[in-house]
């Protein structure tokens, strides 16, 4: 399903946090959300799975509105993976969090069928988690938990996943593979990542934000050019796709001294790049 931001503001504590931020996602895209921290990708993923009313601007996920949706047919559509965000999970087993992802399916008598369980199955196999659906939640490693909230959303049924730095505090391994899980399900995803590696291999393309506002969008290699990881990153780096299909970026030695980031517009990063 597509999603479309159009011209979104957002304002916090009468401080403007997004400036007219526009993006697009493709069916079956993953398009990666970059910038330094404090640039406002948290905030726009919050307007995106509906937990922040824009004060301007349209999120729509296929044709519509999130807005004119309720919040049950919003997370019919949308299905949202944060950082450590599971609420009371005390007790809880594995299978018990990942059929939480089938609430928005439910009537007012709350109970699961067929289709539900199913659902709940095909997740906990897709995201290999089935060796241990029957242990407490809160005794599974870093790694272990993320692959249960990601099978969690799946269960969700969505056409939107909306990922917030999914891969943090996790092994290289554990990282490598999440994202192959993320790629397999074949559904549209907007993910917010601090690494810049990893977002390079996993998305189709990334938007940059930086201080609030897009400063950069497209393809991978169209986006992190050198004036961009220069302006807007602070680093003297270049990305390449490798012979293995793998874009990968290459940083200097030695980091930019101060008075070169100040010297730079951010806003003058597309035109340094060239």
């Known amino acids: 399903m597509r999603l479309t931001v159009d011209q979104l503001r957002i304002t916090l504590d009468r401080r403007p946090i997004l400036h007219g931020v526009s993006l697009e996602a493709r069916k079956g895209d993953i398009v990666g959300l970059v910038g330094p921290n404090g640039s406002g990708k948290s905030t726009l993923l919050r307007a995106v799975y509906r937990s922040l009313r824009p004060a301007d601007g349209v999120v729509r996920v296929g ?6 949706l309720s919040a049950r047919a919003a997370a019919r559509r949308t299905a949202a993976v944060l950082q450590d965000a599971t609420g009371n999970t005390t007790g809880l087993t594995v299978a018990e ?22 659902a709940v199955q095909e997740a906990i196999d897709h995201c290999g988690v089935r060796p241990y659906e029957d242990r407490d939640y809160a005794s599974l490693s870093g790694g272990e938990r993320q692959r249960v909230l990601l099978a969690r959303a ?42 810049l590696d990893l977002a390079a291999r996993l998305c189709d393309h990334l938007v940059v934000l930086h201080e609030g506002a897009v400063v950069a969008a497209g393809p991978v290699l169209d986006v992190l050019t050198p ?37 730079a517009d951010p806003a003058d990063a597309e035109t340094a790049a060239r």
């Open 154 to 195: 799946l269960a969700q049924s969505a056409q939107l996943l909306v990922l917030d730095e999914l891969t943090n505090h996790l092994d290289i391994r554990a990282r490598f593979e999440l994202l192959d899980l993320i790629r397999a399900t074949g559904i549209t995803t907007l993910a917010v990542l601090h690494d």
């Open 97 to 118: 969090i990942v059929a939480l992802g089938r609430a928005p399916h439910h009537g007012l008598l709350g109970r699961d069928g067929a289709e539900d369980h199913r």
């Open 63 to 68: 044709e519509d509105d999130v807005w004119t």
């Open 227 to 263: 004036g961009i990881l220069r302006e807007v990153f602070g680093v003297r780096a270049s990305a390449e796709r490798h012979a293995d299909g793998v874009i990968r970026i290459t940083y200097d030695a030695q980091p930019l001294a101060r008075d070169e980031l100040e010297v």
